[in-house]
């Protein structure tokens, strides 16, 4: 399998007023195409930071982070936003569904940035909300619906641009379990039916069951996987 | 307009805040219109007699002192003067003194050259002219009265000791001046106690050439400079403005009060949009993740604050026209206010201030919240 995301020995320091505190000390990994990726680590491990980078909405400290081939840490701010609207889908904890809009509207706010017509943006949000399971809620606003349902409609909008990426931060961390289980099926339905590339932050070991595989970070420092800090000082 | 859907459910995503906002803005621009308007009704009325290659003769002690007959002839023979008329300002009301608008006693037979600007109907002219108590009256007078042609007028004295019972024999027509009536001195000379029969209030001076005006304007005054009663002479304009500053510097008073008012009016919208930016941190973080970049969140930001204060300000102010336009405001403001109206330049000033508002009110919450590190915006919890 080719790598779809490339990070080389990145470090991201965060500035707090006089104070410098590092979250990544020099994290290098590959996530090769169509991987199904479960970050796992404590609070301030660095694991939402280390999306974040890969996700190209903040910018490393140092290294370098090469996503299908473009190295994004170069990129402007515009180039960035750009990028991201093609090639990345996010999924966030609390789903962040803009309330005053139903759920067809949610869908389809990524592909307002792209040149289709109404009528190709309605048959792209139809489907995307088919693949969810939410094809008779399209014009539920996000108060009338559930938990699982807004996050199904996140999940929706996430993949309606058929991003090369998805993103996922603790999409289950604030579902029941029930939910929390239909949300994975989901996203591991994406992933091997769709071949979607997926990254996933999770507290949660059972949700990690649902990747093909899991890589732990601590103190900013894959423990599992490769860092040039980690083999530099073994 | 891919994205106005979301500009109008953002715009009234907290519908009470949103009409509140927009209520304060149409009471504050209904105001605005109000004074502007009644400023541009001060201007019109002293451009009244623009173009007409008039000068009005008053006394130089006041225009409540009157200058005799005689200086006319000595006025009309000046070279460059077309003709000369008499008019004497009346102040009469009709019924209540609540009915009040201008008349004055005029030579009848002058009016043709001198006030050739006033439209009137030969036939008419013809009748007022051989009627010694005939009265010409505006057409907009007319209305507001219900008056025919040949109804009989009394109107009730304020200054001179008589009651003009006047036959309306026709109606004029002026660009600007059209609530006014007008009869004939002979009239007025005939009601008067022999003293002051041969005074007038302002000989008004049709001249040939209006870069003559100044010079003519200073020959006049030269001449009667020694006299027992000194004159001075003014373009019609200038006559008019004399005639509004009587009441102080209106123009600045409104001005600033406008000013104020809009400037109030700012820092309210400003308090409203930075609620309503700082509320959607979390949702435009989300945007600019999933592509929106910043100059668009500005654009659609600023248009949505933009479109929140032109609301209100067209709402004020084409609220204030049609409310001016039904109801009579001369009557409302005893003659003060004539043919009163907010009118396209006021409106379109109003809609220009309500919509820079918008920009200046909104254009820090918009930059601030485009300008938002998407990551900060996630961690943020509003």
Redesign the interface.
């Given at each position: 399998m080719d790598t779809l995301v490339d990070i080389n020995n990145v470090r991201k320091v965060y500035k707090r007023d006089a104070f410098e505190v590092p979250v990544l000390n020099g994290v290098t990994l590959e996530v090769p195409r169509g991987d199904f990726l479960a970050l796992m680590g404590p609070s301030g491990s660095g694991k939402t930071t280390l999306l974040?980078l890969m996700?190209g909405?903040?910018r490393p400290t140092a290294g370098s982070i090469l996503v299908d081939g473009k190295e994004i840490s170069r990129f402007s701010?515009?180039q960035l936003?750009?990028w991201?609207?093609?090639h990345v889908g996010?999924i966030?904890q609390?789903y962040?569904l803009?309330?005053?809009?139903n759920a067809a509207?949610n869908v389809e706010?990524?592909l307002?940035?792209t040149k289709l017509t109404k009528k190709e943006r309605r048959e792209h949000v139809h489907a995307a909300l088919g693949i969810v399971g939410l094809g008779d809620r399209s014009l539920h606003y996000p108060r009338q619906l559930s938990g699982g349902q807004e996050q199904r409609v996140a999940i929706a909008?996430a993949i309606v641009t058929d991003p090369t990426l998805l993103v996922a931060d603790e999409p289950t961390g604030d579902l029941d379990a029930k939910n929390a289980q239909e949300t994975l099926d989901l996203l591991q339905r994406l992933n091997t039916e769709y071949q979607k590339t997926i990254v996933m932050v999770t507290h949660d070991p059972k949700a990690a069951q649902h990747a093909k595989r899991t890589l732990h970070l601590e103190k900013g420092l894959l423990v599992n996987g490769y860092s040039l800090d980690t083999m530099a000082s073994a | 307009m891919?994205?106005l859907?979301?500009i109008r459910?953002?715009l009234f995503?907290n519908k009470l805040r949103a009409i509140l906002t927009m209520l304060l803005l149409a009471v504050i621009f209904f105001f605005v219109a109000t004074l502007l308007a009644i400023l541009d009704n001060f201007e019109s009325f002293s451009n009244a007699g623009e173009g007409a290659n008039r000068l009005v003769v008053q006394s130089a002690i006041s225009l409540a002192n009157l200058l005799p007959y005689s200086h006319e002839a000595k006025i009309r023979a000046l070279p460059g003067v077309i003709d000369t008329a008499k008019l004497q300002w009346i102040g009469a009301y009709y019924k209540e003194k609540s009915n009040f608008f201008a008349n004055f006693a005029i030579d009848v037979d002058k009016m043709p050259t001198v006030f050739d600007d006033y439209k009137i109907d030969p036939k008419e002219f013809a009748a007022f002219q051989a009627d010694r108590r005939g009265a010409l009256v505006g057409v907009d007078l007319m209305k507001r009265f219900g008056w025919k042609i040949g109804d009989r007028i009394t109107l009730k004295r304020q200054i001179f000791s008589f009651d003009p019972e006047l036959t309306i024999r026709g109606t004029y027509v002026h660009p600007v001046q059209t609530t006014s009536v007008f009869f004939p001195m002979e009239y007025f000379d005939q009601s008067q106690p022999a003293q002051i029969r041969s005074e007038v209030g302002t000989f008004w001076v049709k001249v040939k050439d209006p870069k003559q005006m100044a010079a003519i304007s200073q020959q006049i005054d030269a001449m009667f400079k020694n006299s027992d009663y000194p004159t001075e002479t003014f373009t019609e304009k200038e006559f008019q403005q004399n005639f509004m500053s009587m009441m102080g510097n209106v123009k600045l008073l409104f001005t600033a009060v406008s000013s104020c008012a809009i400037f109030m009016v700012v820092l309210l919208a400003a308090i409203t949009m930075s609620m309503s930016a700082r509320e959607r941190v979390?949702?435009i973080a989300?945007?600019?993740?999933?592509?929106?970049?910043?100059r668009l969140i500005l654009g659609i930001m600023l248009t949505e604050f933009i479109l929140l204060t032109l609301i209100g300000g067209t709402l004020g102010s084409v609220g204030a026209h049609y409310l001016y336009g039904a109801v009579d405001m001369g009557k409302v403001t005893q003659g003060f206010l004539q043919n009163f109206g907010v009118h396209a330049r006021t409106l379109a000033i109003c809609l220009f201030a309500s919509a820079a508002v918008g920009v200046i009110a909104g254009g820090l919450p918009a930059l601030r919240a485009s300008n938002l590190?998407?990551?900060d915006g996630?961690r943020r919890v509003v």
């Open positions: 974040n996700a909405i903040d701010e515009t936003a750009s991201r609207a093609r996010f966030f609390m962040n803009i309330p005053v809009l509207e706010l990524p307002l940035l909008r | 891919r994205f859907k979301l459910r953002n995503r979390t949702e989300v945007l600019k993740a999933i592509g929106f970049e910043q590190r998407v990551v996630l």
